[in-house]
């Protein structure tokens, strides 16, 4: 089955876990990792990886020795993810996020993209994937998300010392993207 149609059925299975109907675009996936500097990140944590767009690109650019963590709620997308990629761990609840990477030894995280649709959740969700999201992050480290409004800015800006808002029109719908760091010099 394409992963259109996965995330198609997907999204009205859980409308309020899924937030498109339709995986990411290529272009979206390009300007999201712009930032990463891969040479330096040894742990990478991808948060709602979906059908693996972000995966495959995240895996072509990392180090070969830095470590990668994918967490994934939706049963269906963790099978096929699984079945992509089976030498990438892969963990079911970003509010375990911190656990996980204390049972794998991970340290802290250079690097987190999310998927996740941060928009559609409800706001006690919400805030205690950010929460976690904090900790496992390393200070000098980099949060990069999308989402399809300007909802989450503010509450990033108070959570964050630098966030910088991107935006393309290519994907469907098209994306802001936010890339967010503790630290005010970028790398």
């Avoid at 500097?37 to 990478?44: E, M, Q």
């Avoid at 939706?74 to 096929?80: A, G, K, P, S, V």
């Avoid at 204390?102 to 802290?108: A, D, Q």
């Avoid at 993207?177 to 630290?183: D, F, G, K, L, P």
Wanted: hydrophobic share 40%.
């Amino acid at each position: 089955m394409s992963d259109f149609l996965v995330f198609l059925r997907r999204f009205f299975a859980e409308p309020g876990r899924v937030g498109s109907i339709i995986p990411s675009s290529r272009f979206l996936c390009a300007r999201m990792l712009t930032h990463v500097d891969w040479a330096n990140a040894g742990v990478i944590v991808e948060l709602g990886p979906g059908t693996g767009v972000f995966t495959q690109a995240i895996l072509q650019k990392k180090r070969p020795d830095a470590r990668y963590l994918l967490v994934e709620r939706d049963h269906q997308f963790r099978t096929m993810l699984r079945d992509r990629f089976p030498d990438v761990p892969i963990r079911e609840e970003a509010l375990k996020l911190g656990q996980y990477m204390e049972e794998m030894r991970l340290g802290k995280a250079d690097v987190i993209i999310s998927g996740l649709p941060f928009a559609i959740f409800p706001e006690t969700l919400r805030t205690g994937i950010l929460d976690q999201i904090e900790s496992a992050l390393a200070p000098d480290g980099l949060f990069i998300t999308f989402q399809y409004s300007l909802q989450l800015k503010s509450e990033l800006q108070a959570r964050f010392q630098r966030v910088e808002t991107d935006f393309t029109p290519l994907n469907i719908p098209p994306a802001f993207i936010y890339t967010c760091r503790n630290s005010l010099e970028g790398k």
